[in-house]
């Protein structure tokens, strides 16, 4: 297979170069991505990736919604490198017989990293393909030992009004954001640390973050600290913000539109021509079954 940027001098070694040549390389020396454990990362193509070319890095880097570093997508990029993240701590609270507070180094080791491609649907019309490194949120919250009160998860990012000066106004922070407990559960729902087989950059997310690849982009809460699971279904960021255009489900769903433009076709990063958007974002498959019985009009 051709290097993903035929246009690039072949000199030109970036992240995305190593990371593209990697997974060559694995797959040429007959390594079944099953055999590669923790922390090493798949070289196939597994059950959960998508078949589809990854945005390049820079564009993945340079057109961010992340409102604690500016309202545009190019203020994450100028903005989000100052921010130190490390030493961090991600807590898990609330409805659990085992709360804990991990060390990010000490989250890093006591769960098996994987790579996954995943196709990601910005609520504002805009999608991409991008090659996560994480592991499932299940192993998390089942190592937290949920109690029966528990029905819902509920994120919280960092905030700080110092390190954060360039937040955009129009949203509360810290930013908040939250999924049913099964939702949570499901196997493509991931605990992000990684982006090309690299760290997270600090524009998407750093040191930490959750992906939720079958609902609108900001249900992908990043920079998380703290998952406090709950009886009760929490407040969310868009929801506060804007209730009539921004529900708690979000699914992906190219039927509803959004009160201000169409949901029925995206742009991917990098392409000229919009394509159509899939229902939840095409891990129907996969989920649906999760809504059956909701009238998905009313819950969006
Ligand atoms: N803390 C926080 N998380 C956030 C956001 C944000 O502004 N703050 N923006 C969300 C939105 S709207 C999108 S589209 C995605 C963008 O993720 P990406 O920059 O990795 O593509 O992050 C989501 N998570
Ligand atoms: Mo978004």
Not at 35 to 44: D, M, S
Not at 170 to 192: K, Q, S, T
């Amino acid at each position: 297979m051709a290097s993903y940027r035929s246009d690039e001098p072949a000199s030109a070694i970036t992240p995305e170069h190593l990371w593209a040549n990697r997974r060559e390389f694995l797959k040429a020396m007959g390594v079944a991505a099953a055999a590669l454990a923790a922390p090493a990362l798949a070289g196939g193509r597994g059950p959960f990736d998508v078949d589809e070319k990854p945005t390049s890095l820079q564009d993945l880097t340079h057109y961010n919604n992340f409102y604690e570093f500016g309202p545009d997508k190019g203020d994450p990029a100028e903005n989000a490198g100052a921010l130190k993240t490390r030493p961090w701590t991600l807590s898990i609270e609330g409805e659990v017989a085992k709360p804990k507070t991990y060390g990010i180094d000490e989250l890093l080791k006591a769960f098996p990293q994987e790579e996954r491609i995943y196709r990601f649907r910005c609520v504002e019309a805009w999608s991409a393909v991008m090659p996560w490194t994480g592991f499932p949120l299940a192993a998390l919250l089942k190592k937290a030992e949920p109690t029966a009160k528990a029905k819902y998860a509920a994120f919280t990012s960092f905030y700080d009004a110092k390190a954060m000066s360039h937040a955009a106004s129009g949203i509360g922070y810290p930013y908040v954001e939250g999924l049913r407990l099964d939702e949570a559960m499901h196997p493509l729902a991931l605990v992000v640390t990684g982006l090309y087989g690299k760290p997270l950059p600090n524009t998407n997310g750093a040191p930490v973050r959750i992906v939720v690849p079958w609902k609108y982009g900001f249900k992908s809460a990043k920079c998380i600290v703290k998952i406090r699971l709950a009886a009760d279904q929490p407040p969310t960021t868009w929801n506060l913000a804007k209730p009539e255009e921004y529900g708690f489900y979000s699914n992906v769903n190219p039927e509803v539109d959004h009160p201000r433009w169409s949901q029925a076709k995206e742009r991917r990063l990098g392409e000229l021509f919009r394509r159509p958007t899939l229902p939840f974002n095409g891990y129907g498959a996969q989920v649906a079954s999760l809504y059956k019985g909701m009238d998905l009009k009313k819950n969006y």
